[in-house]
């Protein structure tokens, strides 16, 4: 038997709670998906500060400041 691994990074910010359930829904759907024990199942998780993560060469941080200026003009 194969140990399904999933990890996934996203940006900090987060409540415990809501990780919490963000490793609980992939668990079941992974399970669901190909049949694998819920016990075999392996989930990470990663969380990057917003100024280390970047699409199209803006970090989520530039992004969010640059939306903020936008919304107060």
Not at 20 to 41: G, N
Not at 45 to 62: K, N, Y
């Amino acid at each position: 038997m194969t140990v399904p691994l999933v990890e996934i990074t996203l940006t900090e910010g987060r409540s415990p709670e809501q990780l919490r359930t963000l490793i609980s829904t992939v668990t079941h759907a992974v399970s669901d998906s190909v049949a694998a024990p819920i016990d075999s199942i392996r989930v990470v998780l990663r969380e990057v500060p917003t100024t280390h993560f970047a699409a199209g060469d803006v970090t989520i941080a530039e992004r969010s400041a640059q939306q903020h200026t936008a919304q107060s003009s």
